[in-house]
C-alpha cells in the first residue's frame, strides 16, 4: 500500500517561497504519476501539478503561471514542489497525490493514494 507524507508548510509573507516534501512509501515509484492538490476554504480541491516518476514528464494548472515547480528525488521516493512568488490566494491546505498507472491526470478521481495535507498561508 502507498503512503504519502507531506511536510514544509506554514506561514509566509506574500511575495516568499516554500518548498513542500511528500515522502512515499509502500511501493516502488518508478511506476507512479504524483500530483500535488489544493484546496482553500469554502473551494473544491484544486489541481496545481502532476509528474510522471519514470520520464519526469510534468504538468501545471495554468492558474500557477509559472511560479510553482515539481520535481522528484528518485534515492529519497520523494516529490516537492517549490513555491515561489506566493500570493495570499495561494493559502489552502495542500495535498500529495498518486497513481500506479503512471497518468498525469488534473482530476482528482485519477489518483487513488493520498495524504494528509499540509497547510500554508500566505499573508499579505
Known amino acids: 500500500q502507498v503512503q504519502l507524507v507531506e511536510s514544509g508548510g506554514g506561514l509566509v509573507q506574500a511575495g516568499g517561497s516554500l518548498r513542500l516534501s511528500c515522502a512515499g512509501s509502500?511501493?516502488?515509484?518508478?511506476?507512479?504519476?504524483m500530483a500535488w492538490f489544493r484546496q482553500a476554504p469554502g473551494k473544491e480541491r484544486e489541481f496545481v501539478a502532476a509528474?510522471?516518476?519514470?520520464?519526469?514528464?510534468?504538468v501545471y494548472a495554468d492558474s500557477i503561471e509559472g511560479r510553482f515547480t515539481i520535481a522528484r528525488d528518485n534515492a529519497k521516493n520523494t516529490v516537492y514542489l517549490q513555491m515561489n512568488s506566493l500570493k495570499p490566494e495561494d493559502t489552502a491546505v495542500y495535498y500529495c497525490?498518486?497513481?500506479?498507472?503512471?497518468?498525469?491526470?488534473?482530476?482528482?478521481?485519477?489518483?487513488?493514494?493520498w495524504g494528509q495535507g499540509t497547510q500554508v498561508t500566505v499573508s499579505s
Open positions: 509528474i510522471n516518476w519514470r520520464y519526469g514528464s510534468t
Open positions: 497525490a498518486a497513481n500506479r498507472a503512471g497518468a498525469l491526470g488534473t482530476t482528482a478521481r485519477v489518483y487513488g493514494y
Open positions: 509502500g511501493v516502488t515509484s518508478s511506476g507512479l504519476a
